[in-house]
């Protein structure tokens, strides 16, 4: 349901709310404002040195760098991370793929191979991982643990877990506005506040904006609520409820040729003009609880429960769906730090579980041009996941930690075509496992090398099981994906900065490949013959020099290297899997001077990607160029930036959307990426 009031009403009164209790309270301001910049960094300490102690690969986004320019989708979000692809298709969607999970979905579709999460509570479900609910001003920060280094969070997927992470009224002013603003239409508005009041916390945001698109017919809006109050009981309890409501509508202006990006990239597909296109979403609401309780100083116990509601409004090729996913999960993890056989001993037991609701389905109608006609077809999605697993770090000797783990996965997935004739049911239960051991050695307190062994499993998503029917609507029954993943790596700090490199191996089989057989058909998704993932994830923050009280230079980099391909396949061979870069590297070079004031410049270059599995075709390699400036107040309150991409007006393809063989011909896969662009942005926190 769409919130009566329009969105600036809410936005004065809780404007109203805050100033009244902010002028009622005012002689703890200054003291709030220390409490909230001391909590900030030792959550984003703990968060550290948490992510440090996982003998794989992680990476840490801090949103309070993030926030210094134009926070516009998921992909602004997880910039400059090694290991991590998230490029937008030019709205809330994102291609996201670490280490090939989902290399070749549709952007903006539901993702997969990546466990996802909110506040350590779940958001991917048996059917995938939806964006609609994915507002990036509502962060504090984001923890990747790349491939099987998700294993203590329940996750089993081959690209492993993301966990974003909320601000909480510990964290956050008690009151915020922001705005930014800028090329084709661009808005994003956000007020939000925080606050302690004694035992209780809370904090709530609201947040729109709209754009009018790159291409033509791309243009899109959003709205939308976030909120969590906390109460802490006592020492030994404490327990936090979390809101996040939604709302986006996106026009769709559909993938070009590679020669209409270079001469028109700004171009809608003709058909997608045509048909009108677009993805109204009515709203996606997601409710939870963690409730966590002390045992002791040694060991805690927490719950989490949470409903997920994500109905979608397809209007995309010659049809209508009209879709309805409702899950519930729940989860039980239990810590706890103690002695075994004279060793420091952490152990993790955990279970989570996600089910689809029983109104779990759709509706197919027909469509020509954007007239919709009659209902052509029912059909159910049921499906569920529950994960049980077991994790422990033993300190064999100083500094030297053993990780041991083992999970095991229930799935079910079913599918029901009922409409218009009964019989395309397919029903699937599986029981899977999946080990792992690792070793990590603090050489010194500034150097760590670790190494693990892993395996991953990925179930298909139930709605697969009714696009990939092969003949006559009769879905198919499909396996699990699994891969068996050696990585190796290591990290610390030295005279060139703090830095990190990892080198990973993965055995797949029965590759859950996602293509595109007819355009303007359903993608239908199939197992594939075994393929190899394998590549270089290597990141570096360096300060090149530094003055007391005049500033310093600095540089970060990022560059993640990814040979995806089969295993002597049939038809194939040993093909490039299609879909991402095999290189892809971001920097940004950026000054900061004592007052506040930075000033950077970026780049991100990615080599030339297959668009197809036969490798017949594909898109160009870029280079892109970047600029930012803006100022922090020494007090924290002000901020304000100006941010310029591709200043270059470059034309490239962004994502690409597989095809499974084009024969050579230029076939349009590719979303052009945004060309030109100016952005400017100011928030102020009344502290």
Do not use: C
């Not at 609201?206 to 802490?232: C, F, M, P, W």
């Not at 049911?425 to 599986?430: G, L, T």
């Amino acid at each position: 349901m769409r919130p009566v009031l329009p969105l600036s009403s809410y936005l004065g009164l809780l404007a109203l709310f805050t100033v009244s209790q902010h002028a009622t309270a005012a002689p703890a301001v200054e003291l709030g404002q220390v409490l909230i910049n001391d909590e900030e960094q030792s959550e984003l300490d703990d968060a550290r040195e948490r992510l440090r102690a996982v003998p794989g690969a992680t990476n840490l986004v801090d949103m309070q760098t993030v926030g210094q320019g134009r926070v516009a989708s998921n992909q602004d979000v997880l910039a400059y991370q090694p290991g991590v692809f998230a490029q937008s298709a030019g709205n809330d969607g994102i291609k996201l793929s670490i280490r090939g999970s989902g290399i070749n979905r549709a952007p903006g579709a539901h993702g997969s191979g990546v466990y996802t999460m909110f506040d350590g509570l779940p958001l991917t479900g048996p059917g995938g991982t939806p964006y609609e609910l994915f507002e990036p001003l509502w962060l504090s920060r984001a923890e990747v643990l790349r491939g099987a280094n998700g294993f203590d969070q329940g996750s089993l997927a081959l690209g492993g877990a993301i966990n974003y992470v909320t601000h909480t009224g510990y964290d956050a002013a008690p009151l915020q506005v922001r705005y930014e603003a800028g090329s084709r239409g661009y808005q994003h508005r956000q007020i939000s506040s925080g606050q302690v009041l004694g035992n209780l916390d809370y904090y709530v945001a609201l947040t729109d904006s709209e754009y009018d698109g790159y291409q033509e017919h791309s243009s899109g809006s959003s709205k939308g609520i976030a909120a969590n109050v906390g109460y802490r009981f006592n020492p030994n309890l404490e327990t936090r409820f979390y809101l996040r409501y939604r709302e986006t509508e996106n026009e769709l202006a559909g993938r070009l040729t590679k020669e209409q990006i270079k001469h028109d990239p700004r171009a809608a597909n003709p058909s997608y003009l045509s048909r009108n296109d677009s993805r109204p979403q009515p709203g996606s609401t997601w409710v939870g609880n963690k409730t966590t309780f002390f045992l002791d100083d040694d060991s805690r116990l927490e719950t989490g429960l949470v409903y997920h509601d994500y109905p979608m409004d397809l209007r995309e090729g010659p049809m209508r769906l009209k879709v309805a996913y409702t899950d519930v999960s729940g989860t039980l993890n239990y810590f706890r730090r103690d002695t075994l056989f004279g060793h420091e001993s952490k152990t993790t037991l955990g279970w989570r579980t996600t089910k689809h609701l029983p109104n779990s389905g759709a509706s197919q109608f027909s469509r020509v041009n954007d007239v919709v006609g009659a209902r052509t077809r029912d059909f159910s999605y049921q499906g569920s996941d529950t994960v049980l697993h077991a994790g422990n770090d033993l300190e064999l000797v100083p500094n030297l930690w053993l990780t041991t783990g083992l999970a095991m996965i229930y799935t079910r997935r079913e599918s029901d075509v009922t409409y218009p004739a009964s019989g395309g049911k397919v029903s699937q239960h599986d029981w899977d496992y999946a080990p792992r051991v690792g070793l990590r050695y603090d050489i010194r307190p500034d150097l760590q090398v670790y190494g693990n062994l892993s395996r991953s499993v990925e179930p298909p998503h139930p709605w697969s099981l009714v696009w990939s029917a092969p003949v006559n609507n009769q879905p198919m029954k499909m396996q699990n994906q699994t891969a068996t993943t050696l990585e190796l790596g290591a990290r610390g700090d030295s005279a060139l900065g703090h830095w990190d490199l990892a080198w990973y191996y993965s055995q797949v089989r029965h590759e859950l490949l996602n293509v595109e057989v007819v355009q303007g058909l359903p993608f239908k998704e199939f197992n594939a013959s075994p393929t190899v993932h394998q590549g270089v994830e290597a990141g570096l923050d360096s300060i090149l020099w530094a003055q007391p009280g005049t500033g310093k230079l600095s540089l970060r980099q990022a560059y993640t290297f990814s040979d995806f391909h089969y295993r002597d396949d049939d038809k194939f061979g040993d093909n490039r899997l299609p879909g991402i870069p095999m290189h892809y590297y971001q920097a940004e070079l950026r000054y900061d001077w004592p007052s506040g004031f930075y000033a950077g410049v970026n780049t991100q270059m990615a080599s030339k990607v297959q668009v197809d599995y036969a490798n017949s075709y594909h898109a160009d390699a870029y280079a892109l160029l970047g600029a930012r400036l803006g100022w922090d107040s020494p007090k924290q309150d002000w901020q304000t930036w100006l941010d310029l991409r591709n200043l270059t007006n470059q034309r490239y393809a962004a994502t690409v959307t597989p095809g499974y063989d084009d024969a050579g011909q230029d076939v349009a896969r590719s979303t052009p990426g945004e060309g030109f662009g100016v952005y400017a942005g100011v928030s102020y926190s009344f502290r």
